[in-house]
């Protein structure tokens, strides 16, 4: 009786969206591979799923965001801070996905704290800082998946693949509560591309 199989994983030597085409191309061939139908895109703008659209007329794929109009800080060329909301969440964005038959699901990130001032909610930024060891993009993979079981467009237990960025895995979906229950949770079934390394600019980004 055989004890397993030997998969391979893609290994990109840096992250970034630079990544991004070869990520698509992986994904689709994984999908085929395992008659998955279902393609998950954590996105801000929809440009990776207009891609994978672009690339296959006919397989499922759903875009995740952040949250409705939900504002950011971002720097500008000018080194200022800037407030933006998501591209996802305006009109002609959401016309564009819907004409490229693309579900959107926006909503709360699941690992995202509630901003309390002057505390730090541990538990879930421990979550995020234990899947970033493998790769940043994973958190984004694995929350995307809960989104998207929680809004009813994956079921639970359902096999997707899912991506951000440089990352992508294929994932037994499970609802956000039932994340860790040890028969109903989350599993992250295989790894089908990750960056090797962190790019010193994003080390700079993160504080290091």
Same mark, same amino acid.
């Given at each position: 009786?055989?004890?397993? %199989?030997?998969?391979?994983?893609?290994?990109?030597?840096? %992250? @970034?969206? =630079?990544?991004?085409?070869?990520?698509?191309?992986?994904?689709?061939?994984?999908?085929?591979?395992?008659?998955?139908?279902?393609?998950?895109?954590?996105?801000?703008? @929809?440009?990776?799923?207009?891609?994978?659209?672009?690339?296959?007329?006919?397989?499922?794929?759903?875009?995740?965001?952040?949250?409705?109009?939900? %504002?950011?800080?971002v720097k500008d060329k000018n080194g200022e801070?800037? =407030?933006?909301?998501?591209?996802?969440?305006? =009109?002609?964005?959401?016309? =564009?996905?819907?004409?490229?038959?693309?579900?959107?699901?926006?909503?709360?990130?699941?690992?995202?704290?509630?901003?309390?001032?002057?505390?730090?909610?541990?538990?879930?930024?421990?979550?995020?800082?234990?899947?970033?060891?493998?790769?940043?993009?994973?958190?984004?993979?694995?929350?995307?998946?809960?989104?998207?079981?929680?809004?009813?467009?994956?079921?639970? @237990?359902?096999?997707?693949?899912?991506?951000?960025?440089?990352?992508?895995?294929?994932?037994?979906?499970?609802?956000?509560?039932?994340?860790?229950?040890?028969?109903?949770?989350?599993?992250?079934? %295989?790894?089908?591309?990750?960056?090797?390394?962190?790019?010193?600019?994003?080390?700079?980004?993160?504080?290091?």
């Open positions: 009786m055989e004890l397993g %199989e030997e998969k391979s994983i893609y290994y990109f030597n840096e %992250e @970034g969206q =630079k990544n991004t085409n070869k990520v698509l191309e992986l994904v689709l061939k994984k999908a085929q591979e395992l008659a998955i139908n279902k393609i998950i895109i954590f996105t801000s703008n @929809g440009d990776t799923a207009f891609e994978l659209r672009r690339f296959n007329k006919e397989i499922e794929i759903i875009a995740v965001s952040f949250p409705y109009k939900q %504002e950011f800080n801070n800037k =407030k933006v909301i998501p591209e996802t969440s305006k =009109k002609k964005v959401r016309e =564009k996905l819907f004409d490229n038959n693309i579900e959107l699901v926006q909503g709360t990130m699941p690992f995202n704290e509630i901003i309390i001032p002057g505390t730090r909610e541990i538990k879930k930024s421990t979550i995020v800082n234990t899947l970033s060891l493998i790769s940043r993009g994973l958190s984004f993979c694995v929350q995307s998946v809960l989104m998207a079981t929680d809004a009813g467009v994956v079921e639970k @237990g359902e096999d997707v693949i899912a991506m951000s960025a440089d990352t992508a895995v294929v994932v037994n979906s499970a609802n956000s509560q039932w994340l860790f229950h040890p028969v109903k949770g989350l599993q992250i079934k %295989e790894i089908i591309c990750k960056a090797h390394k962190i790019t010193q600019e994003n080390k700079k980004e993160q504080g290091e």
